[in-house]
């Protein structure tokens, strides 16, 4: 068995090696017959006519440019029809060299999955990688070769709109969920037509912009960045990431479009990543602003020699690079390596052998009609959810309660279940193709249940006007469901908020109702942490549901009634104002830490808030009880080459069965850099009926005991350990400790 399995991987590494020789000569040999500007124009990326994600720049010869042979790549070119359009153009060229296109798939092509930050919340890392797998297939079915995600940009500050693309704030399950996410676009490999290629971005620290404002400058310590920042770059890299995006930030003063020591020193360097590296949108062009180069061509020159290899949109190449070669300033050798990387990408993918191998309009059709994807949807919705707070266990709700209104602004709409990123199929009639929320619990109600309805009032905006006939269906009704939250546009890219509490008078409608005396429950939508006080202190029951996609009402419906148990826990810190802001659970103790959360004076906290956040990072109910108990080490000293192994026991004590995500954290207690009060290291979700009950072990290894010293050494230092089991990261249910010998 043992032989057989070697020699299966032999064969499989040999067959990987011949693929990538095979590759390597075809590369040579088109290099060889290429002009200079066929060699730049792969390094051009330009917008379709339709859809643009950022500000466009006009371009009469796109089609000119493509049958010259002058362009590498398309973004935003919507459809297997336009695509094939393209493509057409390309193959009159003198090589033709097959055009490759981009697009955002970042929560699902036509089949829409929760936002990502709100799949983050579901600890799942096989659902996020399914959804991945749904949307490639079905981008890659409307001809869309490469996906500009995952996003996987770490974000503590929720004032920041796009905090709703990424994972969260933890490095460690950042890290994991860009494995997962890279794993599911790629599925069997590039080259299967229903693989997309990936792109890690945003490369790197975008996600520390100061004051939360997007596309701000970022200045850290290059600890902070490798230890926080970096590692889930890494991890893409180590699970096969195709390409990198770098980001619209400068770093420590250098545009990351520009900077050497993130692109050539770090991530093709020490890295030794392959693919390719796209510039953000205009970003290079973008560096004359930031003030770091005076012109056109001073970008291009900067961007090419950091390691830059296509200019998304800035045409800063497409004008510059060929002057640049010719006086001698740009080696030709930048220039061949950069289209290197990026036909070896076209060759992976079979396009040159067939250039419409994702133009199958059949192919499209079914893939956009497949009812496991919807219900994948469903699911992966209906995980992502978090229970916040369930006083008198209100919820589940009976679906056989004489009488439900269901109340807010959200509860009727459609399209804005999708959130930001959503793709827009011109053929697709999305108010028919989403579940609202009203339709989802209408439809699960049981017959004799009357479902009221009143809007309340808008998203935004200080009108009350419909606070009366609210009032009057909550008064009507035995239980009051709740739907409000911020509009789906209000959070993405450019939509930095100052202010994060509820928009509008929403929270006022909602003190409107509680005052009528109904169990009410209130259910959040929004891209982001929000601040909502006086419903996290007065209203028995709250739902964080994000945005979930075309199954949201359905989603919401399983939840709501107890079909599914709520088992979505926070992937980011819920500050109790912006003021606490950037909040993150992994902080460091200080020399001044607060005594008790209300400890005001000489410590770390401020003197008119307490120190905790609202809901901490890990945090999320369920409708049952786990009680966890016998916590064991399988030793008391480790040495760095040993492992040690934590158990203990988890059993359902409610009456529910459930999900439970159970929680590793460490602490260091002395480092030769101090060290955060606690970390994330490891997690399980795992299922249990009621009374039943699990060993559950987790393994400490040296490599989680590591980070980076004062020479940014990755190593372990001996010394003493805290270990702690918890439910979410503020409750922590066991403990233990042990000792590292090195
Ligand atoms: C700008 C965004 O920052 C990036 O994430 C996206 O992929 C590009 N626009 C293309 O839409």
Request: glycine content about 8%; aromatic content about 10%; overall charge negative.
């Amino acid at each position: 068995m043992k032989i057989n399995c070697l020699l299966l991987f032999a064969f499989i590494t040999l067959n990987v090696i011949a693929q990538k020789e095979n590759i390597d000569t075809r590369v040579e040999n088109l290099l060889n017959q290429m002009t200079l500007e066929e060699k730049v124009g792969q390094l051009n990326q330009y917008n379709d006519d339709g859809i643009a994600t950022g500000p466009v720049t006009p371009d009469g010869d796109k089609e000119g440019q493509i049958r010259r042979g002058e362009l590498g790549s398309m973004l935003n070119v919507i459809g297997v029809e336009r695509v094939r359009q393209f493509q057409d153009i390309a193959m009159q060229s003198r090589l033709r060299i097959p055009l490759i296109f981009g697009q955002d798939v970042i929560h699902g092509y036509k089949t829409t999955f929760p936002i990502p930050l709100g799949e983050a919340a579901s600890w799942d890392l096989k659902a996020m990688k399914l959804s991945a797998r749904i949307a490639a297939t079905e981008a890659a079915a409307g001809g869309v070769h490469w996906t500009f995600a995952p996003m996987i940009d770490i974000g503590r500050d929720p004032r920041w709109g796009r905090v709703m693309e990424g994972a969260g704030e933890d490095t460690y399950l950042g890290s994991l969920i860009a494995k997962a996410r890279v794993e599911g676009f790629m599925g069997n490999g590039l080259g299967n037509t229903d693989a997309v290629m990936t792109c890690a971005k945003h490369f790197v620290a975008y996600g520390a912009v100061e004051g939360g404002r997007d596309y701000n400058s970022v200045d850290m310590s290059d600890r902070m960045l490798w230890e926080t920042y970096l590692p889930p770059f890494k991890a893409a890299v180590d699970a096969g990431v195709s390409t990198f995006m770098n980001a619209f930030n400068d770093l420590n003063g250098i545009p990351a479009t520009g900077s050497s020591y993130l692109q050539r020193d770090i991530l093709k360097g020490k890295w030794n990543f392959e693919g390719f590296v796209v510039s953000d949108w205009g970003s290079v062009g973008q560096m004359i602003k930031h003030g770091y180069v005076k012109d056109g061509k001073e970008a291009a020159y900067a961007a090419i020699t950091a390691g830059c290899d296509m200019d998304m949109e800035s045409r800063s190449y497409k004008n510059n690079l060929v002057e640049l070669v010719k006086e001698g300033r740009v080696n030709i050798a930048l220039i061949d390596d950069a289209v290197r990387r990026i036909l070896y990408k076209k060759f992976e993918m079979g396009l040159f052998d067939d250039p419409y191998k994702f133009c199958d309009i059949q192919r499209e059709h079914d893939a956009f009609n497949n009812p496991e994807h919807t219900k994948a949807s469903r699911e992966i919705a209906s995980k992502s959810i978090v229970l916040l707070k369930n006083e008198n266990n209100l919820l589940p709700i009976s679906p056989d309660v004489k009488t439900i209104a269901f109340i807010g602004p959200m509860v009727k709409e459609y399209k804005p279940n999708l959130g930001f990123w959503a793709i827009e199929l011109p053929e697709v009639n999305y108010d028919k193709f989403i579940v609202s929320q009203w339709d989802g619990v209408q439809n699960r109600i049981s017959k004799g249940t009357k479902l009221l309805y009143a809007k309340g009032c808008d998203i935004d905006g200080d009108n009350k006007d419909g606070f009366a006939e609210a009032v009057s269906v909550a008064r009507q009704a035995d239980i009051v469901i709740m739907s409000i939250g911020e509009r789906w546009d209000m959070s993405g890219e450019a939509k930095s908020r100052s202010d994060i509490h509820i928009p509008g008078v929403q929270e006022e409608l909602v003190k409107a109702i509680q005052a009528t005396g109904k169990p009410i429950v209130v259910m959040i939508n929004a891209g982001r942490p929000l601040v909502f006080n006086w419903i996290a202190d007065n209203v028995p029951s709250i739902l964080y549901t994000w945005w979930l996609g075309n199954e949201a009402g359905n989603a919401i419906a399983d939840i709501l009634f107890g079909d599914v148990n709520p088992s979505g826990k926070l992937p980011m810190t819920f500050p109790r104002e912006v003021g606490q802001i950037p909040i993150y659970y992994n902080h460091f103790n200080t020399g001044h830490p607060a005594a008790t959360d209300s400890t005001l004076f000489y410590t770390t906290a401020y003197i008119d808030l307490k120190t905790s956040p609202k809901f901490a990072f890990g945090h999320g109910l369920s409708y049952t009880e786990f009680e966890y108990s016998d916590i064991k080490l399988s030793k008391g000293k480790m040495k760095n080459t040993e492992s040690t192994e934590v158990s203990f026991v988890i059993k359902n004590i409610g009456k529910y069965t459930g999900d439970e995500v159970v929680q590793l954290y460490l602490r260091d207690r002395v480092g030769s850099v101090v060290r955060p009060v606690k970390e994330l290291k490891d997690f399980k979700k795992i299922r249990l009926n009621p009374n039943e009950s699990k060993v559950i072990r987790f393994t400490i290894t040296n490599d989680k005991l590591c980070f980076y010293n004062q020479k940014l050494e990755y190593k372990s230092e001996p010394g003493e350990f805290d270990v702690m089991i918890g439910s979410a990261s503020d409750d922590i249910r066991l403990e233990g400790e042990f000792e590292l010998i090195h």
